[in-house]
């Protein structure tokens, strides 16, 4: 009797492309791969499946497949997805195009045409019905930092190595496409096994870095209460620990932009809350905004995060730290300075000021508990994310669905290692389902508490079937209060009310009775307790899918104060012409 080696031997055969990318992926850090199949990427698939270390996790749908990269990269550092010509890739490309707005490198690898049809007058199925195959490419261009068209042996070693060594260094997705004859055939380039990359550091111009530090500690250390942003794009360039080691030498109040929570340990005595403009955390927005100087670490300052460009922040007080580029104030501007560099090396020259972290001892008042629910009472938004607030530890994740949750979940204090996610950049309703599950797959030392609104649940429903397929044990509260909530409060319409579904009967009929899954309604605070002890008991290895029956108007203080003024900056009439 042949062994599966034996029978996975032919696909993994020495020297073929296909064998060489998995390699590839596995080197990076990536152990599982997202994708649906379709006729153009089967040959490659048999030999990513051959591939020891390689876990391919097929999904229901291509867009699904790209949430769960991102959400996979967001805890690896790298994440994959593989899907078919055209059909596939149109439909991955809106998540491609989140993963770039945050940063996150992801592998898209496409199966193309046969070699042979390129440059022919031949029409593809898949395709738009020309005999032009660049469509796909020219879309994915502007979405991905580069673009293989893998249509010839005698290159392609170069350009899959390059494309992936790219996606690395510039935290960007790269999009590969591969003829579907190509992947089984030996060449002698794959004929040993890839050699690890070597990405070189980028280094600061050390004069900058001088000056750029010269200039900003002088700037901070004549301030009277100046205080400390984390931004997003902390993570992209790995800076949270020099950041963390600015703020402990600092003594500065520290808060994070809605987009940066999760990156600041929240326990640390300098933490404040999130800065947040007219919607931050209670005294955090008082305290950033009567600063006399504040450094903002990789902030990204969109419309959504300043709450319709409202924020209270004046030019000549801020220092800018960017990935690259320091500014100051009006003043000078300083490039090729890295951010982690630049904190390492400025830790070294600030003064210990605690100003405005005394004043803000001074003026806090802790947050009172939600009033808990009369008995049977409807449960109420508050009372459902107490005790959420209970749930987390260092062994959770959050995941925070566009909408309300983003709102609610900023309110959560996380304990240390608690993980959290959330895509305020690019906002695309229903990502989380995804993301969920590419997180749950990449972080198995953590269960993923995921809060869901309804009508971003039913977009991207059908990968529940996948994470019970696959094992996880995520936890997934469904809010179902009969709409897009974060639509209403912009500006409202009978368009923002949806089907109401049976939830909790849909998990049950993907699960069909053959995984580890766990459903319930839940009306009252009672119901919620209770699903809770069974949740972290006898059912703490299952995926528990809990429907939360809300009012459709009970939503945080927050996003009605956030709606009304993007709703404000949505409506600017146009310039005089």
């Given at each position: 009797m042949?062994?599966?080696?034996?029978?996975?031997?032919?696909p993994?055969?020495?020297?073929?492309?296909?064998?060489?990318?998995?390699?590839?992926?596995?080197?990076?850090?990536?152990?599982?791969?997202?994708?649906?199949?379709?006729?153009?990427?089967?040959?490659?698939?048999?030999?990513?499946?051959?591939?020891?270390?390689?876990?391919?996790?097929?999904?229901?749908?291509?867009?699904?497949?790209?949430?769960a990269?991102d959400?996979?990269?967001?805890?690896?550092?790298?994440?994959?997805c593989?899907?078919?010509?055209?059909?596939g890739?149109?439909?991955?490309?809106?998540?491609?195009?989140?993963?770039?707005?945050?940063?996150?490198?992801?592998?898209?690898?496409?199966?193309?045409?046969?070699?042979?049809?390129?440059?022919?007058?031949?029409?593809?199925?898949?395709?738009?019905?020309?005999?032009?195959?660049?469509?796909?490419?020219?879309?994915?261009?502007a979405?991905?930092?580069?673009?293989?068209?893998?249509?010839?042996?005698?290159?392609?070693?170069?350009?899959?190595?390059?494309?992936?060594?790219?996606?690395?260094?510039?935290?960007?997705p790269?999009?590969?496409?591969?003829?579907?004859?190509?992947?089984?055939?030996?060449?002698p380039?794959f004929?040993?096994?890839?050699?690890?990359?070597?990405?070189?550091?980028?280094?600061?111009?050390?004069?900058?870095?001088?000056?750029?530090?010269?200039?900003?500690?002088?700037?901070?250390?004549?301030?009277?209460?100046p205080?400390?942003?984390?931004?997003?794009?902390?993570?992209?360039?790995?800076?949270?620990?020099?950041?963390?080691?600015?703020?402990?030498?600092?003594?500065?109040?520290?808060?994070?932009?809605?987009?940066?929570?999760?990156?600041?340990?929240?326990?640390?005595?300098?933490?404040?809350?999130?800065?947040?403009?007219?919607?931050?955390?209670?005294?955090?927005?008082?305290?950033?905004?009567?600063?006399?100087?504040?450094?903002?670490?990789?902030?990204?300052?969109?419309?959504?995060?300043?709450?319709?460009?409202?924020?209270?922040?004046?030019?000549?007080?801020?220092?800018v730290?960017?990935?690259?580029?320091?500014?100051?104030?009006?003043?000078?501007?300083?490039?090729?300075?890295?951010?982690?560099?630049?904190?390492?090396?400025?830790?070294?020259?600030?003064?210990?000021?605690?100003?405005?972290?005394?004043?803000?001892?001074?003026?806090?008042?802790?947050?009172?508990?939600?009033?808990?629910?009369?008995?049977?009472?409807?449960?109420?938004?508050?009372?459902?994310?107490?005790?959420?607030?209970?749930?987390?530890?260092?062994?959770?994740?959050?995941?925070?669905?566009?909408g309300?949750?983003?709102?609610?979940?900023?309110?959560?204090?996380?304990?240390?290692?608690?993980?959290?996610?959330?895509?305020?950049?690019?906002?695309?309703?229903?990502?989380?389902?995804?993301?969920?599950?590419?997180?749950?797959?990449?972080?198995?030392?953590?269960?993923?508490?995921?809060?869901?609104?309804?009508?971003?649940?039913?977009?991207?429903?059908?990968?529940?079937?996948?994470?019970?397929?696959?094992?996880?044990?995520?936890?997934?509260?469904?809010?179902n209060?009969?709409?897009?909530?974060?639509?209403?409060?912009?500006h409202?319409?009978?368009?923002?009310?949806?089907?109401?579904?049976?939830?909790?009967?849909?998990?049950?009929?993907?699960?069909?009775?053959?995984g580890?899954?766990?459903?319930?309604?839940?009306?009252?605070?009672?119901?919620?307790?209770?699903?809770?002890?069974?949740?972290?008991?006898e059912?703490?290895?299952?995926?528990?899918?809990?429907?939360?029956?809300?009012?459709?108007?009970?939503t945080?203080?927050?996003?009605?104060?956030?709606?009304?003024?993007?709703?404000?900056?949505?409506?600017?009439?146009?310039?005089?012409?």
């Amino acid at each position: 009797m042949q062994s599966n080696s034996q029978i996975r031997g032919s696909p993994r055969s020495a020297g073929t492309l296909g064998r060489h990318i998995a390699r590839r992926l596995v080197q990076i850090g990536v152990h599982d791969v997202f994708g649906v199949p379709g006729d153009f990427n089967l040959v490659l698939l048999d030999h990513l499946i051959a591939e020891p270390g390689l876990n391919l996790v097929g999904c229901c749908n291509e867009l699904n497949a790209g949430y769960a990269a991102d959400g996979y990269a967001r805890t690896r550092g790298v994440g994959a997805c593989v899907v078919t010509f055209t059909v596939g890739g149109l439909s991955v490309i809106n998540a491609i195009a989140g993963a770039y707005s945050e940063n996150l490198p992801v592998v898209c690898i496409v199966g193309g045409p046969n070699s042979n049809d390129y440059g022919t007058n031949r029409v593809l199925h898949h395709t738009i019905g020309l005999s032009d195959f660049t469509q796909e490419l020219r879309c994915f261009q502007a979405v991905t930092c580069y673009q293989a068209v893998v249509s010839n042996l005698e290159d392609a070693h170069e350009q899959i190595d390059t494309a992936i060594s790219t996606a690395l260094k510039e935290c960007k997705p790269v999009y590969i496409s591969i003829s579907c004859n190509l992947p089984g055939i030996p060449y002698p380039t794959f004929g040993i096994d890839p050699v690890p990359y070597f990405l070189p550091p980028k280094i600061s111009n050390q004069l900058a870095l001088e000056a750029a530090v010269d200039a900003t500690s002088s700037f901070l250390n004549k301030a009277v209460k100046p205080v400390l942003i984390a931004g997003p794009k902390l993570r992209v360039c790995k800076a949270q620990n020099p950041f963390k080691t600015l703020m402990n030498v600092s003594g500065y109040p520290t808060a994070v932009m809605p987009s940066g929570k999760g990156f600041v340990d929240e326990t640390h005595p300098q933490f404040i809350g999130t800065y947040w403009g007219a919607v931050s955390s209670s005294f955090c927005g008082e305290i950033v905004e009567s600063a006399d100087a504040y450094l903002f670490a990789g902030p990204v300052f969109n419309d959504y995060s300043s709450v319709g460009y409202s924020l209270l922040i004046k030019k000549e007080k801020c220092v800018v730290v960017q990935p690259n580029r320091v500014t100051i104030g009006n003043g000078p501007s300083f490039g090729w300075v890295f951010m982690a560099d630049f904190f390492d090396a400025l830790a070294k020259k600030i003064k210990k000021n605690t100003t405005a972290l005394e004043n803000y001892r001074r003026i806090y008042v802790p947050p009172t508990l939600p009033v808990r629910n009369e008995e049977n009472e409807p449960i109420r938004v508050n009372i459902l994310f107490k005790h959420i607030q209970g749930m987390l530890s260092g062994e959770t994740a959050v995941i925070a669905e566009t909408g309300d949750s983003w709102f609610n979940c900023q309110k959560l204090r996380l304990p240390e290692n608690c993980g959290f996610e959330f895509q305020m950049q690019y906002g695309s309703i229903g990502w989380s389902v995804g993301a969920t599950l590419g997180y749950a797959q990449g972080a198995k030392d953590k269960r993923v508490i995921s809060c869901i609104g309804d009508g971003s649940f039913q977009v991207t429903a059908q990968d529940v079937s996948t994470m019970i397929r696959n094992g996880q044990n995520s936890i997934i509260f469904l809010l179902n209060n009969g709409g897009y909530t974060i639509e209403v409060e912009i500006h409202d319409g009978p368009y923002n009310v949806i089907k109401n579904w049976n939830y909790t009967g849909l998990v049950e009929a993907i699960n069909n009775g053959d995984g580890k899954c766990w459903t319930c309604k839940v009306r009252t605070e009672e119901e919620l307790i209770e699903a809770i002890k069974v949740i972290n008991g006898e059912k703490k290895d299952s995926l528990c899918f809990v429907e939360v029956i809300l009012h459709k108007d009970d939503t945080s203080k927050e996003l009605l104060e956030w709606g009304s003024r993007v709703s404000s900056a949505n409506s600017r009439p146009p310039n005089p012409q």
